[in-house]
């Protein structure tokens, strides 16, 4: 069983900055791909970011692509997400999520552990 707990979720203005942690626990996060998803209010959770289990391989949605990055530090068990230049439409609840497939998958049903999500507003 892994636990994880996202972090690091706020308020800010368009065009602002924030980077969320994914902290791990439990069985060995970097044995683990692993993806950002998020959900708005009324609408279905889709997929953000997703980051192979050495950290050398990253793939990322075309809303995101340029303004967001994943990466990973497998001796703190903790993955993290940085956001730039946020838009209003970056509104959401992000999620991270640890998958045992190894194909790149940007589907929430093939992750096997979830966090309980951090909120991100971002004013316009």
């Known amino acids: 069983q892994v636990q994880l707990v996202e972090s690091g979720g706020g308020l800010v203005q368009a065009g602002g900055s924030l980077r969320l942690s994914c902290a791990a626990s439990?069985?060995?996060?970097?044995?683990?791909?692993m993806g950002w998803f998020r959900q708005a209010p009324g609408k279905e959770r889709e997929f953000v970011a997703w980051?192979?289990?050495?950290?050398?391989?990253?793939y990322y949605a075309d809303s995101i692509k340029g303004r967001f990055t994943i990466s990973r530090d497998n001796a703190k068990n903790t993955a993290y997400l940085q956001m730039n230049s946020l838009k209003a439409d970056d509104t959401a609840v992000y999620y991270c999520?640890?998958?045992?497939?190894?194909?790149?998958?940007?589907?929430?049903?093939?992750?096997?552990?979830w966090g309980q999500g951090t909120q991100v507003t971002v004013s316009s």
């Open positions: 999520a640890l998958t045992q497939r190894l194909a790149r998958t940007i589907t929430a049903g093939q992750y096997d552990y």
């Open positions: 980051i192979n289990r050495g950290g050398s391989s990253t």
């Open positions: 439990g069985r060995t996060f970097g044995g683990y791909n």
